[in-house]
T-cell receptor, first 113, second 115 residues
Framework: GNSVTQMEGPVTLSEEAFLTINCTYT??????LFWYVQYPGEGLQLLLK?????DKGSNKGFEATYRKETTSFHLEKGSVQVSDSAVYFC????????????FGGGTRLMVKP | EAEVAQSPRYKITEKSQAVAFWCDPI?????LYWYRQILGQGPELLVQ????????DSQLPKDRFSAERLKGVDSTLKIQPAELGDSAMYLC?????????????FGQGTRLTVV
C-alpha cells in the first residue's frame, strides 16, 4: 500500500537559517504529492503541491520538487522565520488507491529568534 | 472566507460513555472526510463520504464508531463506548471532488480526551 515517511522532529533552527524537511514515499503508480502545514491551534492547510515528476511546488518561500527517481518530495526554505514554527505534513494521493489522501507522521519545526 | 466548521473544539468523556462530533463542510463540497490524529502522528482516514454515501470506511472500527451524512451536507461521527485509546484529535475535511490533484480543506478539529 501507499505510505509516506518524514524525518522525525522536532527540527530547531535559528531565524534566517536554511530548512530542509525530508519526505519519501511508496506508491504503486504516479501519485500527486502535497505538503500541509498545521500552525498551533489550527487545522491543516495546504502549503504546496506537485502533480507530476520534476514539478516544483512553491508557496510562501517554501519549495519542494517531485523526484520520481528517488521517490522524494523534500520541503525547503532558504530563510525561515519565527512565524514558520508549525508541524509540516507530507501527503500523497494515488489513483490506484482511490485517490485517498495519505499522510506522513509530521515534522515539528521550531524557529528561534 | 469559507471554512470547515467542527464542534465541539474540546471534549472530555469517561470511558464507556458515548460521544459525538459534528462537522459542517464548505458549501458545495461533495466529499467529506473524517480523520483521526493521535498526538505526534499524522492524520489517518477513518471514513470518506461522497454526498451521503460512504466511499471508504475500511479503517473505521465499526464495533464502536459510526458516521453518517444523511442529507449529504453536515456529518456526525459517534463513538460508543469510548475507550482510553480513542483519545486523539478528530479532524474533518472536505473537498469539491476526489480528483488526484484535489485540495482537501480541514477544520480545526475536536480534541477528545477519554478518562
Amino acid at each position: 500500500g501507499n505510505s509516506v515517511t518524514q524525518m522525525e522532529g522536532p527540527v530547531t533552527l535559528s531565524e534566517e537559517a536554511f530548512l530542509t524537511i525530508n519526505c519519501t514515499y511508496t506508491a504503486t503508480g504516479y501519485p500527486s504529492l502535497f505538503w500541509y502545514v498545521q500552525y498551533p491551534g489550527e487545522g491543516l492547510q495546504l502549503l504546496l503541491k506537485a502533480t507530476k515528476a520534476d514539478d516544483k511546488g512553491s508557496n510562501k518561500g517554501f519549495e519542494a520538487t517531485y523526484r520520481k527517481e528517488t521517490t522524494s518530495f523534500h520541503l525547503e526554505k532558504g530563510s525561515v522565520q519565527v512565524s514558520d514554527s508549525a508541524v509540516y505534513f507530507c501527503a500523497l494521493r494515488e489513483r490506484e488507491a482511490g485517490n485517498m489522501l495519505t499522510f506522513g507522521g509530521g515534522t515539528r519545526l521550531m524557529v528561534k529568534p | 472566507e469559507a471554512e470547515v466548521a467542527q464542534s465541539p473544539r474540546y471534549k472530555i468523556t469517561e470511558k464507556s460513555q458515548a460521544v459525538a462530533f459534528w462537522c459542517d463542510p464548505i458549501s458545495g463540497h461533495a466529499t467529506l472526510y473524517w480523520y483521526r490524529q493521535i498526538l505526534g502522528q499524522g492524520p489517518e482516514l477513518l471514513v470518506q463520504f461522497q454526498d451521503e454515501s460512504v466511499v471508504d470506511d475500511s479503517q473505521l472500527p465499526k464495533d464502536r464508531f459510526s458516521a453518517e451524512r444523511l442529507k449529504g451536507v453536515d456529518s456526525t461521527l459517534k463513538i460508543q463506548p469510548a475507550e482510553l485509546g480513542d483519545s486523539a484529535m478528530y479532524l474533518c475535511a472536505s473537498s469539491q471532488e476526489t480528483g488526484l490533484n484535489t485540495e482537501a480543506f480541514f477544520g480545526q478539529g475536536t480534541r477528545l480526551t477519554v478518562v
